[in-house]
């Protein structure tokens, strides 16, 4: 592996949180949009050991949590979780396949908005089923297409190992 | 070049998990209070060149959306103002109309002038009242500044107006002295003569200087006495050698007329108007 590689995949996930500060409000409804922050964070811990993809969630989650006090906490708990258990899925199923990725990209931001909701406790009743079993799994739609068109157009780029890099 | 399973069920990864985990539930509890600084912190850091990135964009998208909603209001008040000196002269008319109305010793019924886009219409055009309002045909038609023609037709609601342009227009007419007297007819049907009207049958020895103003006579009862029907230009042609013609500039212009009285009753009996329109006797 050329040590190049392992700043291409930082600058990948560079971009992905600067498209989601510049592009994401261009994309449509706000619900349904891809969520590129947790898409760069889902990349890195399908690519790194459980501890650093938990931490890293709550980083990330800690700074969503910053730009909505309202549910503060909430974000990073679920990023946690999401970081966490996508690092031990990628683990589990063992596979460099892209449809495993694209789904593990939709279940990972389904998972996310779930906790983030229940955690917040903000959403009941209908509102929380719309959110659960529409806008998510759209978002979640999104967000895995994304995904994978970054990991088909930029494959090779995004393949490293952080536990090898 | 991939990490097994059993790499990744280390205990130091496991306690960053369970410690990540604490946090954000200890962050959950956080007071309220407590929340909206440490928020603040985040974003006034680590978020800010993000936020600002975000900033810029928003600013770059409603800029845009801006542009187009001022593009599109400046076109509308360019279109606004192409429209303002034709308002402004309609303004001026209507209130030559209101003015002439209060001085006016016969009946009339105000019409507003229905035009038609088409190179016949300052010829006849309908105006907006007809036998309902008491208009009948031959009334005269006037505007502030003077004749406009008769009326043609009567329908219930509308009437035709045959314009002083109307090759088969005539009028009786005299110099606003009285020391001529003629019949004032269209000058032509076609060319640009057909803007200008002809005083006719003046007799040889009269002479009629430029800008003499002709009216009405009055003679035949159709058209009452003293209303302006334009202003002498010059001499036409000669007919005979026994009898003048006279070019005469119209008082009014048709096609710039969009709303008219009809008279429909007589003046008193001897009275002239022209007293009347000589106040308005200037084109707005």
């Known amino acids: ?165 | 070049m991939t990490i097994g399973a059993d790499r990744y069920g280390s205990r130091a990864g496991t306690l960053v998990f369970l410690g990540c985990v604490a946090l954000s539930v200890a962050a959950m509890s956080v007071p309220d209070t407590w929340r909206e600084p440490i928020s603040r912190a985040i974003r006034q850091t680590i978020l800010a060149p993000l936020l600002a990135l975000q900033e810029e964009t928003e600013t770059l998208r409603s800029s845009r959306a801006r542009l187009a909603a001022v593009t599109a209001e400046r076109d509308s008040a360019i279109l606004a103002a192409a429209f303002l000196p034709e308002l402004r002269a309609e303004n001026a008319r209507l209130r030559g109309l209101l003015g002439l109305g209060s001085r006016l010793s016969v009946a009339y019924v105000p019409a507003e002038v229905l035009h038609e886009a088409g190179p016949t219409d300052p010829l006849t055009f309908l105006v907006s009242a007809g036998r309902k309002q008491g208009v009948r045909p031959l009334d005269t038609v006037v505007s502030p500044e003077g004749l406009v023609g008769v009326v043609a037709s009567v329908d219930e609601q509308t009437s035709v107006v045959a314009t002083w342009a109307h090759p088969e227009f005539r009028a009786s007419a005299m110099a606003v002295d009285g020391s001529v007297y003629g019949i004032v007819a269209p000058r032509g049907s076609e060319g640009p003569g057909i803007w200008l009207l002809e005083l006719q049958g003046v007799p040889y020895r009269n002479q009629v200087p430029d800008s003499t103003l002709i009216v009405s006579s009055g003679l035949g009862g159709v058209i009452p006495r003293g209303i302006p029907l334009g202003t002498v230009i010059g001499p036409g042609a000669e007919v005979e050698h026994w009898e003048r013609t006279y070019l005469v500039r119209p008082a009014v212009h048709p096609a710039s007329v969009t709303h008219v009285m009809i008279l429909t009753g007589a003046p008193r009996s001897g009275a002239s108007l022209k007293d009347l329109f000589q106040a308005e006797g200037k084109s707005p």
């Open chain 1, 1 to 165: 592996m050329r040590k190049s590689d392992r700043y291409r995949f930082w600058i990948v996930l560079i971009g992905l949180v600067l498209l989601h500060f510049s592009v994401r409000t261009r994309l449509g409804d706000d619900r349904i949009a891809p969520d590129f922050l947790l898409l760069a964070l889902l990349m890195y811990t399908i690519r790194a050991a459980p501890g650093p993809s938990a931490a890293a969630g709550f980083v990330v989650g800690l700074l969503r949590d910053a730009l909505t006090p309202a549910s503060f906490g909430s974000a990073a708990l679920a990023h946690t979780l999401v970081g966490y258990f996508s690092s031990w899925a990628k683990a589990v199923f063992f596979a460099e396949n892209l449809f495993v990725n694209g789904c593990i990209l939709f279940g990972g931001t389904w998972v996310r908005n779930l906790v983030v909701v229940l955690a917040s406790g903000e959403l009941k009743g209908s509102p929380l089923a719309w959110e659960l079993l529409v806008w998510s799994p759209l978002q979640s739609l999104t967000t895995a297409a994304v995904g994978v068109v970054v990991l088909w157009t930029l494959g090779r780029w995004v393949s490293v190992r952080m536990g090898d890099a």
